[in-house]
Nanobody, 115 residues
Framework: QVQLVESGGGWVQPGGSLRLSCAASVDISTLHRVGWYRQVAGKERELVATISRGGLINYGDSVKERFSVSSDTVKNTVSLHMNSLKPEDTAVYYC?????????WGKGTLVTVSS
């Protein structure tokens, strides 16, 4: 089974930056899509950013121009660079992988944006 381990979450002040990383136990170059979603308790999980195998990138509307997603197919990692963070970005961020037959999720890492 594919294992996904997120790191880099924590507390940051509004306007600050954080970089999240996801380490995968599989060759991510074989996957259909990789990326990040986020969720607040009691609300739906929402798209943050994904990269397809063909290199197409999709960003959620609320993070465009502020977040940047990238992948390293040598290290098998997926990163999310978050800039100009707002309190409404506070959520649990989940690494996501779309495989050939099923989807995989990390356990999540909490990002808290507050003063």
């Amino acid at each position: 089974q594919v294992q996904l381990v997120e790191s880099g979450g924590g507390w940051v002040q509004p306007g600050g930056s954080l970089r999240l990383s996801c380490a995968a136990s599989v060759d991510i170059s074989t996957l259909h899509r990789v990326g990040w979603y986020r969720q607040v308790a009691g609300k739906e999980r929402e798209l943050v950013a994904t990269i397809s195998r063909g290199g197409l990138i999709n960003y959620g509307d609320s993070v465009k121009e502020r977040f940047s997603v990238s992948s390293d197919t040598v290290k098998n990692t997926v990163s999310l660079h978050m800039n100009s963070l707002k309190p409404e970005d506070t959520a649990v961020y989940y690494c996501y992988v779309e495989g050939r037959w099923t989807d995989y999720w990390g356990k999540g890492t909490l990002v808290t944006v507050s003063s």
